[in-house]
């Protein structure tokens, strides 16, 4: 009998766990996504110091929540997005609008791709 209680305590914890991933993650991604918007969209009414300094925001973001992700996400998707950030500063300061405005495109499409790998679905069980 201890057993099954052991199992069922174990279930529970790690089913914990697993929501509270998917929360994080979750979370994570619209506050990634809603600050790389601003700066996207700063650059495109041409507010260039704006767009600079909410890109480095992003960068500085994504390397502060980065360690916590890393202990249960693939890192080669960490870090793609951490190198596609990583170049939004320079790209908008020194006039590469059309890249900033690509790699700002190309980083919310991983965020969010990131975010939908995590969701508990039967095309991500199967």
């Known amino acids: 009998m201890k057993r099954i209680w052991i199992s069922l305590a174990i279930f529970v914890v790690l089913t914990g766990v697993c929501i509270l991933g998917t929360w994080y993650t979750n979370r994570i991604s619209t506050q990634m996504i809603q600050v790389v918007t601003q700066a996207k ?66 980083s919310i499409e991983q965020i969010s791709y990131l975010n939908e790998a995590e969701v508990p679905s039967l095309e991500n069980i199967f």
């Not at 973001?61 to 996400?73: E, F, I, P």
Request: net charge negative; hydrophobic share 35%; aromatic share 6%.
């Open 41 to 106: 969209d700063a650059e495109q009414r041409g507010e260039t110091e704006t767009a600079v300094l909410l890109s480095r925001k992003a960068v500085d973001d994504w390397n502060s929540l980065h360690s916590v992700l890393c202990t249960y996400m693939p890192h080669s998707k960490l870090e793609a997005i951490g190198q596609t950030l990583a170049g939004l500063p320079m790209l908008c300061r020194y006039g590469g609008t059309e890249q900033f405005l690509a790699d700002c495109d190309r």
